[in-house]
């Protein structure tokens, strides 16, 4: 048995293929968005990740990229697109196997059960090395590295940089971050997270103004992200 993410926004294949994955006896959890599959995918650990392509809010290559900065979990992309060039790019972009439009979930099972075979992956991994591009985050020894160089951070800033990286992609509030790295609530404290924020960027070698891996969302909060150079 494995636990499988299944990443698919369409009902009509969704449902039979959480079925008959279910009656394959894996435990099998589902979402429907690219963004909800990304947080699912990291929050819940599955043992694999079964992705759509096709999604309504993000290119299923796009969060592809995404999870790989930041996970090793096995991925079997199902594509409606039967063309070599894309296979190939999927494959290169870091996923373990596709499969193409339709396919039963026997067909899917069989694929899953041979990856897994592979060997241990998963991002239960011993290595908890966050990679977002050129930015490698070593909550162990809690050092960071940006193309190879080490940064130097003091704690706060190497909790804010883990804490966004932990959330890779999405927006974050001032107040979640006051919440979960400075563990105090929000009450208009939040030149803090600005101050330590501009600290962080002058580190990573960037600014507000020219930013790379900090976006900074104007009255929202800020989103780290893989710069496009970085790929
Ligand atoms: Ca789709």
Do not use: C, N
């Amino acid at each position: 048995m494995a636990r499988l993410l299944l990443i698919e926004d369409d009902l009509t294949i969704r449902t039979p293929l959480v079925r008959g994955l279910r009656e394959r006896g894996h435990a099998v959890a589902a979402a429907s968005t690219a963004m909800t599959g990304l947080r699912d995918a990291l929050d819940d650990r599955p043992d694999l990740v079964v992705l759509d392509l096709g999604l309504p809010d993000l290119d299923g290559r796009e969060l592809l990229r995404m999870l790989r900065a930041v996970s090793a979990v096995p991925v079997i992309v199902a594509t409606a697109r039967d063309d070599e060039t894309e296979i190939v790019r999927v494959l290169d972009a870091g996923a373990d196997d596709y499969v193409v439009k339709p396919f039963t979930a026997a067909q899917l099972d069989a694929r899953v059960r041979a990856v897994l075979r592979r060997g241990p992956g998963g991002i239960a991994d011993a290595d908890p090395t966050m990679v977002i591009g050129g930015l490698r985050i070593d909550p162990r020894s809690r050092q960071v590295s940006l193309d190879g160089e080490p940064v130097e951070l003091t704690p706060r800033e190497f909790d804010l940089l883990r804490h966004l990286a932990t959330r890779v992609g999405e927006v974050v509030t001032k107040r979640e971050l006051l919440t979960e790295v400075w563990q105090i609530p929000y009450g208009g404290a939040d030149k803090t997270v600005d101050v330590h924020l501009s600290w962080l960027r002058r580190k990573l070698g960037e600014s507000a103004q020219q930013p790379r891996y900090l976006h900074t969302v104007r009255g929202v909060g800020v989103r780290l992200v893989v710069p496009e150079a970085a790929g």
